[in-house]
């Protein structure tokens, strides 16, 4: 009905964004809305509840289509697989009424000005705008361009971070019918018991939400009311608080240790900043100004580097804030509220992006299909009601009986148990989830990235030593363990000044890498002030200066003017400084390669690949440094980044060793034993990549590597791409190194046996992904080592991987790479904080052995939530059987014995069965990602019908007795009268059905064998190896199975009369009983057998594929047979053109994100 809009009834709204939706307008008509009440009244709240889990129904049956300008309701419809609905109506704002809030007054410029984009949203003279609240975000109607859009100023609300407890009500409102239904069927005792259950249940959810609540409130809690300085035009500089302010505010910054209450871009001076919630990363960011410039280009596009690196984001800590010739720090307030960056970190916790887990959709379609089951079972009991005469509302009240038995209401909740469980594992772990439905996500994980520095090596890094050089060449190494100091010249300043270290509270703050190069000069750190001051600099300026115990220099210190801090994507940072008294400078520090080619080629010396090589083969961390003389006639923060970037001299390399961290190479066999691939994405030089893959075990000693270098297209050729085979050579010591890697140049044929992996940089996968698409898949199929990868290029990188059909996991501490970490299926921060926008897990401890106890935990969530599904689904399935045989003799089962079975066996199982914990290790297959599985179907089916048979044949026998047809006289003539008195005494009026009691001996063993039966399928389903740790290590639920089995035995053989009356059981032979016991057994037996020996039985279903010749459908399955089989795979020492037939963009391919065809076993 949603679909059929005429132009300027449908839009799109966060056009491109992560939450696109489409947004149709409708109109609320009286007489449509006056039926809708009507039906709601008559059915008794159904229908209500029916829209409120059908928004869409609910709009189109009190709603017509119509424009977006006239609409007073509108649908919203996400684009992504889910096409999910929600409802929102549309409001008017009075721009009046927030006269006194946010300072509006008639004659306000944004009203007066037309050139105001606001204008347009503002309906006049009543000065009134239109609109819709989506998601915490205020979406206003833009009269020119027709749509709702985030262009609200005065409009977009107090600037706080809200976070609401659902009403009780809503979670109350779930467990209505089924409670009515048995109230009605004066099931007192079951309705009472639920009731109560439900009010226990609603409790803890509410104490749950209460905590997470509580948790988001300390989050948002430290800058929802601070006091903040706000510049005005006629007021100057007044004290303010967060909650008033609007996006083009002008914020004054004042003082050290500032929580930042909004996003804001800074204008002037400078600030460094602690972004841990935004980033997971804990290092202090310094911030620059925005340029000034004359064009009318979007800021965002003005500057080369990422506009980022100008805003300062909500949440964020102002460690420090510098002011430049003004003296004062000002930034202009971007957004407010949930629009902020810390906002959308509340946003993705309170409505997380659902997840197309197959999973999901498998147990809906179950759920379905027991409905279905339900359905045939109300049919039944109609007609055995109605031939038997029944009255009308008995026979309506039986049949609806039937649905809440056929269809478990404990289902969704029973599949939730595990992940909980493993949450709290996880926690102790020191991994923390913000979005605990992707634990189940981790069970799948068959491919995982990593970040190299930080992550897989360690943080902090050893300065080795520098390679100084001159017009003729390198120089020596100059070694820092040695003692000797470095003599004076301008690579020395460089390694004093080029940084973005910073004071506080005397103690020296920032990149490690920046900190250890600036510790090997010895200098030291100070603020000018008013003991000296440098003309034309700011007297807050950074100085710094030889100690006193530091050898002879030519100068007093260096102050630092200004800072370009450095970038992932331009790979470099500058500084402009000044010698005290002396000349201006510039200094370079970034990637050799980048500082290289913004030198004077004559300045860079011809054997630097060579040298640079030496020293990147074997892990170490070099950095390139260049300087040149700056001849100043204007203020430093007048000059632009190209124009000090530019005709650099080039003054030698830093070596700084990096070391694997202890944890890294264990970590990584146990995935790539368990053949979980792992993958490297970096930002550092490809030669160090892959000597970090080899030490590692990322890439073993047998495997080959293969180098991938692709070209742009130039004015001579067109893009080409080659491959090369990097061959691993021991050479003659050179300088106390022990090997390094270069180019094979002539190739064997038998190079192509055995495994290889592929090697790349940023700028080659860009080349590729342009002008080599057919071939991308091919290199990603055995792609290992990508490097010199920018933030968006390895976000890139993941989403082809996902597009291959991998479940792909990502593992980085936060800083550069954010966008992939959110990207990846499952993204883990290596981060101090519990909860930042960068990631849905964040592990506290600083090295990747949280990945594979991730997976094992995700592993035996997704187990567990299949073992609670199978358990669920017998359970009712037990139920149903039971009853729909009693039907047949129109009796049934009472309510004290349906609250045995779903209250002492049933509840206290599922509550149970999911404390196993993961096992230890890894195996190399993971666990069905589906429900609607062979093995599991099988499992399903082969069990019901086994409790099937078992009733039938008791239900049967029993009526063969030779007792049975003597009514009550038997070996338990006295008690079973006894029993019948009771039962039929006026005190119990209740337990009279229309044709007799419920006390019969078909009711005593349907009921004995189905409750039992429950307690056999638990210790059945309840799966141990090679995913979860043995069922006997769950001491909790073998001593609750130990007890319900005793109490049922015990029931069962004791001859109680009371507690026979209280259960409605009547007394049966001793031989009976022993026979019900051998159903029992044999059940067991052979439901145990059929589990271990068909169902569990890896082997045997490995050969049923192959004989069926199934091959699975991912296309990285696809993928790894089509190149398996191609004898020119890989092409080696070869160069390939775009222009050449076979390289084209001839092969696309694409598979929806977060789905796998495979069917693992």
Not at 620 to 639: C, N, P, Q, S
Not at 1099 to 1118: D, E, N, P
Request: proline share 5%; glycine share 6%.
């Amino acid at each position: 009905m949603g679909d059929h809009f005429e132009k300027g009834q449908q839009a799109l709204l966060n056009e491109g964004e992560e939450n696109e939706m489409e947004i149709f307008g409708y109109r609320t008509q009286s007489c449509r809305k006056t039926l809708c009440l009507a039906g709601s009244i008559f059915s008794f709240g159904i229908l209500p509840l029916v829209f409120y889990w059908r928004p869409a129904w609910h709009v189109w049956a009190n709603c017509i289509p119509c424009s977006l300008q006239e609409a007073d309701v509108v649908l919203l419809r996400t684009t992504d697989e889910f096409q999910t609905y929600a409802w929102k109506k549309v409001v008017w704002i009075c721009l009046s009424a927030l006269n006194s809030a946010f300072r509006l007054i008639p004659d306000h410029p944004l009203i007066t000005d037309e050139e105001y984009i606001i204008n347009r949203a503002i309906r006049k003279p009543d000065l009134k705008v239109r609109c819709i609240k989506v998601q915490k975000i205020r979406y206003v109607w833009n009269n020119l361009e027709g749509q709702f859009q985030k262009i609200g100023r005065l409009i977009c609300g107090p600037n706080t971070i809200d976070v609401e407890i659902t009403p009780i009500w809503k979670l109350l409102i779930k467990e209505l019918f089924s409670v009515c239904l048995w109230f009605s069927e004066d099931y007192k005792e079951y309705a009472f018991a639920i009731v109560i259950m439900s009010i226990i249940s609603i409790a803890l959810t509410v104490y749950d939400l209460r905590e997470q609540s509580v948790k988001l409130h300390h989050l948002v809690e430290s800058h929802n009311s601070i006091t903040v300085s706000v510049c005005e035009k006629k007021a100057g500089v007044q004290e303010l608080e967060s909650r008033f302010l609007v996006p083009g505010d002008l914020l004054i910054l004042t003082g050290n240790k500032v929580q930042m209450p909004c996003d804001a871009i800074l204008i002037d001076g400078s600030c460094v900043v602690d972004e841990g919630m935004l980033t997971g990363e804990s290092i202090p960011v310094t911030k620059t100004p925005l340029p000034k410039m004359d064009s009318s280009v979007p800021w965002k596009t003005q500057s080369e580097a990422d506009y980022k690196r100008h805003v300062l984001f909500c949440g964020t800590e102002v460690i420090q804030a510098r002011g430049a010739c003004s003296g004062t720090v000002k930034a202009v307030v971007l957004q407010t509220g949930f629009n902020t960056a810390k906002g959308d970190l509340v946003r993705s916790i309170l409505y997380p992006k659902p997840m197309n887990f197959k999973l999901y959709r498998d147990a809906i379609r179950f759920l379905l299909c027991l409905v279905g089951t339900a359905t045939i079972g109300m049919i039944y009991t109609l007609c055995v009601y109605v031939l038997s005469g029944e009255p009308p509302e008995e026979v309506v009240k039986k049949a609806l009986d039937v649905i809440t038995i056929a269809v478990p209401p404990a289902l969704p909740a029973a599949l939730t148990t595990g992940i909980i469980y493993a949450q709290r594992r996880l926690k102790k772990r020191g991994i923390f989830c913000i979005s605990p439905q992707r634990i189940n996500v981790c069970g799948q994980l068959n491919l995982v990235c990593f970040d190299k520095t930080g992550t897989l090596t360690r943080d902090g890094l050893d300065l080795w030593g520098v390679v100084p050089c001159d017009r003729s060449g390198f120089q020596e190494v100059h070694s820092f363990a040695s003692g000797k100091a470095l003599p004076w010249g301008p690579l020395y300043a460089a390694m004093a000044s080029c940084h973005s270290l910073i004071l506080l509270d005397g103690t020296i703050h920032g990149d490690p890498l920046d900190l250890k190069m600036f510790e090997a000069t010895t200098w030291e750190m100070v603020v000018s002030g008013h003991d000296f001051h440098i003309k034309g600099a700011p007297a807050c300026a950074m100085v710094v200066k030889p100690c006193k115990t530091a050898s002879q220099v030519p100068v007093e210190g260096i102050a630092i003017l200004h800072q370009f801090p450095f970038s992932s994507a331009l790979q470099r940072m500058t500084v402009i400084v000044q010698e005290m008294g002396g000349d201006w400078l510039a200094f370079m520090k970034g990637a050799p390669e980048r500082v290289a080619s913004f030198c004077q080629p004559e300045t860079v010396p011809t054997s630097f690949v060579s040298e640079l090589q030496i020293y990147t083969t074997q892990g170490f961390r070099v950095i390139g440094l260049a300087y040149k003389k700056l001849e100043m006639d204007h203020h430093t923060t007048a000059l632009m980044r190209d124009q000090v970037e530019s005709d650099l001299i080039f003054l030698g390399l830093l070596i700084l060793e990096n070391r694997l961290k202890e944890e890294t190479k264990p970590a990584l066999e146990e995935l790539i034993s368990a053949r979980i691939r792992t993958v490297m994405i970096t930002g550092d030089n490809l030669q160090t990549a892959i000597t970090v893959a080899r030490k590692s075990g990322m890439v073993s000693e047998s495997q080959k590597v293969i180098l991938i270098e692709a070209n742009e297209t130039t004015e001579s050729s067109s893009a080409s791409i080659s491959w090369q085979l990097v061959e691993e050579k021991k050479h003659i010591a050179y300088r106390n190194q022990d090997n390094y890697i270069n180019i094979r140049e002539e190739v064997s044929d038998n190079s192509r046996e055995g495994s290889y992996h592929f090697a790349l940089s940023g700028k080659s996968f860009q080349v590729i992904s342009q002008h080599f698409s057919s071939l991308l898949p091919k290199i990603l199929i055995n792609g290992t080592i990508f490097a010199r990868m920018s933030p968006g290029q390895k976000s890139s990188l993941v989403e082809e991987f996902q597009k291959l059909d991998y479940f792909v996991g990502m593992c980085g501490d936060g800083a550069n790479d954010c966008g992939a970490l959110k990207m990846a299926h499952v993204g883990i921060s290596l981060s101090e904080q519990e909860a930042s926008v960068a990631s849905p897990f964040t592990s506290k401890t600083p090295n990747i052995e949280c990945v594979p106890h991730l997976i094992k935990e995700g592993r035996a969530a997704l187990v567990t939530s299949f073992c609670m599904f199978k358990y669920m689904a017998l359970y009712s399935m037990i139920q149903y059987v039971g009853v729909l045989l009693l039907y047949w003799e129109t009796n049934s089962l009472s309510n004290y014995q349906f609250l045995f079975q779903d209250l002492a066996i049933t509840t206290l199982i599922g509550v149970t069965m999911n404390l196993n914990g993961a096992y230890p290790k890894l195996v190399p297959f993971r666990p069905a990602g589906r429900l609607i599985s062979p093995p599991l179907l099988l499992s399903v089916i082969l069990n019901i019908l086994l409790s099937l048979a078992m009733h039938i044949v008791g239900f049967i026998l029993v009526q063969r007795q030779p007792w049975y047809s003597m009514g009550m006289h038997s070996t338990c003539t006295v008690q079973n009268e006894t029993i019948s008195k009771l039962t039929i005494s006026p005190t119990a009026p209740d337990k009279i059905g229309s044709n007799g009691v419920f006390t019969s001996f078909e009711n005593t063993t349907v009921w004995f064998l189905g409750t039992i039966n429950c307690i056999i399928v638990a210790l059945v389903f309840s799966k141990g190896k090679p995913f979860r740790q043995p069922t006997y290590t769950n001491y909790i639920f073998v001593l609750v199975l130990v007890i319900q089995l005793s109490v049922c035995l015990f029931i069962l053989f004791a001859d109680i009369p009371e507690l026979y009356r209280r259960l409605d059981l009547l007394c049966t032979p001793v031989l009976w009983r022993v026979y019900i016991v051998i159903m029992l057994g044999s059940n067991f037996i052979v439901s145990l057998a059929v589990e271990e020996a068909i169902i569990e039985n890896r082997a045997l279903w490995m050969i049923i594929k192959r004989c069926f010749g199934y091959q699975s459908k991912s296309q990285y399955r696809i993928w790894q047979r089509a190149l398996a089989n191609d004898p020119s795979w890989p092409p080696i020492n070869q160069t390939s053109y775009s222009d050449m037939p076979a390289c084209g963009r001839g092969v696309s391919y694409s598979n929806p994100v977060f789905e796998s065809n495979e069917e693992q076993l």
